[in-house]
């Protein structure tokens, strides 16, 4: 190469692909045995809601059929309506959570 001679970097355009990781809602759902206290108790110790909002979100599903309780990325959400169900397995109320993607 001659000593003049300019040197240009190649043109390559990069693109940055950073993607927002998506979104679960995790779901509860009403049924006729589990005791309110016991979905509150839930709420709060696996989601950790505070007093009022548990409250709240216990009242919605037992009223409207479901209600969501809170947004993760979907590995947390999972685990948490793992933990949740898990719990009331062990206690015997067939009290459901489900995780579904954001629209
Ligand atoms: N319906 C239940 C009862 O009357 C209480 C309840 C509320 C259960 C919300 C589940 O997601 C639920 N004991």
Redesign the pocket.
Known sequence: MAENDVVLAPRVKTTPKVEKPKLYKVL?????????EF?VMVLKYVFRADGSSAEKI??T??MKGS?VVAVYTKDIAETKVKEAMDLAKEAGFP??FTAEPEE
């Open positions: 509860l759902f009403n049924d006729d045995y589990t005791p309110r979905v216990m009242l599903a037992h209600s009290l459901m």
